[in-house]
């Protein structure tokens, strides 16, 4: 238990607060913040394969989200994005608390997006190495407990 609270006390995220820094600097902190998607054999993402109507900003928008959801520091409330210009929108859920696993923290999530094709919801799981970005190893459609 003592090295997980170790693992996880070492972790942050960096977030920008809009207003308080340059252009540069917002940028700098976006990409700390950044989720990589993970690439199948095909060179598919598992969240880009459910969501194949993201856009590059929508996905943009949608991965500062995913990042902030999942922060081991964060406090587990859900994290929307949107955008205006195409009409998508989503929010990202933590589930549960981030864990160990191969020596990357990782944590469950799970999205709901309105997208241009209607609503999607999807359950997967990111990880990230210490002080690496977050990449989504699993992502498909929610079903929901009967």
């Known amino acids: 238990m003592l090295l997980l609270a170790t693992a996880v006390a070492g ?3 960096s977030v920008p607060m ?3 820094a340059g252009k540069g600097e917002d940028e700098a902190a976006m990409t700390t913040a ?5 690439r199948g054999s095909d060179g598919s993402s598992p969240l880009v394969a ?3 109507d993201l856009g590059p900003e929508d996905w943009r928008r949608a991965e500062g989200a995913l990042a902030l959801a999942l922060d081991p520091q964060g406090n587990g409330a859900p994290v929307s994005w949107d955008n205006a ?3 998508m929108k989503g929010t990202f859920t933590p589930v549960g608390g981030p864990f160990l696993k191969a020596d990357e923290i990782c944590r469950a999530f799970l999205a709901s997006m309105s997208l241009q094709r209607g609503p999607v919801k999807v359950q ?3 990880c990230r190495p210490s002080g690496g970005e977050w990449v989504v190893k699993d992502a498909r459609p929610w079903k929901a407990a009967a």
Do not use: F, K
């Open 85 to 87: 210009q195409s009409g």
């Open 18 to 20: 809009i207003g308080l």
């Open 11 to 13: 972790c942050s995220i």
């Open 124 to 126: 997967g799981t990111a």
């Open 50 to 52: 459910l969501a194949p």
């Open 34 to 38: 950044s989720v990589l998607p993970a």
